[in-house]
């Protein structure tokens, strides 16, 4: 069975810093990785997914994520913080008919 | 391109009613979805369909939920006799049959809350 574990449940970050959201998955087959992020009182937009073409995965509004098969991680990173990315980010395995397997998310909080 | 839209937004039930849930996913999308997400969780997957039909529910919660999907568009999800733990999110999500890597887009859910 997948899972996935997402460490820190709260992240803080200034305005204009690293965000670094991480990621650890547990799979016997190649992966399916999404990155997910939910605004309050909203449904889940895709990030970005990694589907094996290329290691460093870019998203939308410049978060990016770099799967790394020796460490088990997929982690979220974002150079620079803006005050829109407080939300909620969840990072997901799986798909088809298993459905997607999500971490328990993290709070990505920005402070001015 | 309307995305997936889910109705009712919000459901204020009494404990012991039964409740239903529509979702219209994207018209092209062949799969759907439905999830669950509670307080502080993430989702968490309940069944699939595939057109009309449902391939997955071994992961339903109880045998008060079900769900439909008649003729390979719509979806419902009911719940019978409702519980005060049946308060969540419900999610639905749509994809377009393309392997593993295919990508699921969400509706912005129907939040249930049972007094």
């Known amino acids: 069975a997948q899972s996935v574990t997402q460490l820190g449940s709260h992240v803080s970050v200034s305005e204009g810093a690293l965000v670094l959201l991480r990621c650890n998955y547990s799979?016997?087959?190649?992966?399916?990785l999404f990155w997910y992020v939910q605004y309050p009182n909203q449904g889940l937009q895709l990030l970005l997914k990694y589907t094996s073409a290329a290691t460093l995965v870019k998203g939308i509004n410049g978060f990016e994520a770099e799967f790394k098969k020796s460490e088990t991680s997929f982690h979220l990173t974002k150079p620079s913080a803006h005050m829109s990315d407080a939300a909620e980010y969840f990072c997901?395995?799986?798909?088809?008919?298993?459905?997607?397997?999500f971490g328990k998310g993290t709070h990505l909080i920005i402070q001015p | 391109d309307t995305g997936v839209s889910q109705d009712p937004r919000h459901k204020i039930t009494k404990r012991g009613q039964n409740v239903t849930f529509r979702c219209d996913p994207i018209?092209?999308?062949?799969?759907l979805y439905w999830y669950r997400q509670t307080l502080g969780q993430g989702p968490e997957f309940l069944t699939y369909f595939q057109n009309e039909a449902q391939l997955e529910k071994s992961r339903l919660l109880s045998d008060r939920f079900s769900a439909e999907r008649p003729k390979g568009s719509f979806s419902t999800l009911e719940i019978q006799r409702t519980e005060q733990g049946d308060s969540a999110m419900y999610l639905c999500?749509?994809?377009?049959?393309?392997?593993?890597?295919?990508?699921?887009?969400f509706g912005p859910g129907t939040r249930l809350l049972v007094l």
């Open positions: 997901a395995s799986g798909g088809g008919a298993d459905g997607l397997t």
């Open positions: 799979s016997s087959v190649p992966p399916y």
């Open positions: 018209s092209e999308h062949n799969r």
């Open positions: 999500a749509s994809s377009l049959q393309g392997g593993l890597q295919e990508t699921q887009y």
